[in-house]
């Protein structure tokens, strides 16, 4: 690490979507140019980001689709461009989980969910967020048992290694598919019959250039320092595949590695 200080600082260990209120999903019928439209205020937040009940009118395959309309907690962004990092941070989880799903001939394929970043265009009211003219990131809504797999930190959920075999297969995939470069985590959503649909996923990566979410080493460290292999991890070929454990050791054991794990630990109450 260049500046032990400023990677302190921007650490945010990523803590799952918690429902303040139940959504209601009834709005008016769109004006012409309106691709969507969204509550006045949100039912969700996470570390990040708050999430406001939607819905979608475009295009025309998903009109009066359940939506989620997403927007920063400690930003306005005002920009399009404002939400590249999560754009991109999207773009590669997809890209590694199509990859996964070649290798692994998997029956339950990992897939990001769709979504797409609008302009607030018109608002009911001045008060509130999203502002008018501000951006925001529009995913579609996903039905069903929403679970919180494994954080950006470390933790994983007891039961993935025997319910859900291929989250932690997946990030500890994603590790060596990259040569230690990139790890996806943080991973969240829904398994459905035939496929799982995920959101909001991290990168981690050892440049530490995905955003405030990316913990970099440290979060790739604290996954192996957990992380049993699944049966699912054999048949990839993976399982003797770890980085170096004792300099992970040695280092969250030093001082800093204590306050790192301080400030990025998530222990979430089990469902």
């Known amino acids: 690490?260049?500046?032990?200080?400023?990677?302190?600082?921007?650490?945010?260990?990523?803590?799952?979507?918690?429902?303040?209120?139940?959504?209601?999903?009834?709005?008016?019928?769109?004006?012409?140019?309106?691709?969507?439209?969204?509550a006045s205020a949100p039912f969700a937040?996470?570390?990040?980001?708050?999430?406001?009940?939607?819905?979608?009118?475009?295009?025309?395959?998903?009109?009066?689709?359940?939506?989620?309309?997403?927007?920063?907690?400690?930003?306005?962004?005002?920009?399009?461009?404002?939400?590249?990092?999560?754009?991109n941070t999207y773009k590669k989880a997809k890209d590694l989980a199509d990859r996964f799903n070649d290798?692994?001939?998997?029956?339950?394929?990992?897939?990001?969910?769709?979504?797409?970043i609008q302009k607030v265009i018109s608002?009911?009211?001045n008060r509130g967020t999203p502002k008018l003219n501000e951006w925001v990131m529009v995913e579609d809504f996903l039905e069903g048992d929403f679970q919180k797999y494994i954080s950006n930190s470390g933790?994983?959920?007891?039961?993935?290694?025997?319910?859900?075999?291929?989250?932690?297969?997946?990030?500890?995939?994603?590790?060596?598919?990259?040569?230690?470069?990139?790890?996806?985590?943080?991973?969240?959503?829904?398994?459905?019959?035939?496929?799982?649909?995920?959101?909001?996923?991290?990168?981690?990566s050892l440049e530490g250039g995905y955003g405030s979410t990316d913990l970099s080493l440290v979060g790739m460290g604290l996954f192996f320092l957990s992380h049993q292999c699944t049966n699912m991890c054999g048949s990839l070929g993976i399982v003797n595949k770890r980085p170096d454990m004792s300099a992970i050791d040695r280092f969250m054991n030093s001082e800093f590695g204590s306050l790192v794990q301080m400030a990025t630990s998530y222990f979430p109450k089990e469902k």
């Open 1 to 38: 690490f260049n500046d032990p200080l400023e990677l302190n600082l921007n650490l945010h260990c990523s803590a799952p979507f918690i429902e303040m209120s139940r959504p209601n999903w009834d709005f008016e019928d769109p004006s012409d140019d309106e691709d969507a439209s969204f």
């Open 103 to 116: 290798e692994s001939h998997t029956n339950t394929p990992i897939r990001i969910v769709d979504y797409d």
């Open 155 to 204: 933790w994983v959920k007891p039961r993935c290694f025997s319910e859900y075999p291929s989250m932690p297969a997946f990030a500890h995939w994603s590790w060596v598919h990259t040569g230690g470069s990139l790890m996806v985590s943080d991973l969240q959503g829904v398994r459905y019959d035939s496929k799982y649909v995920l959101t909001d996923p991290v990168i981690l």
């Open 45 to 87: 937040e996470g570390t990040s980001r708050r999430a406001y009940r939607a819905m979608r009118w475009t295009p025309a395959a998903k009109y009066g689709q359940k939506a989620v309309v997403k927007e920063y907690k400690d930003m306005y962004s005002w920009a399009q461009g404002d939400w590249d990092t999560a754009v």
């Open 123 to 125: 608002r009911s009211r």
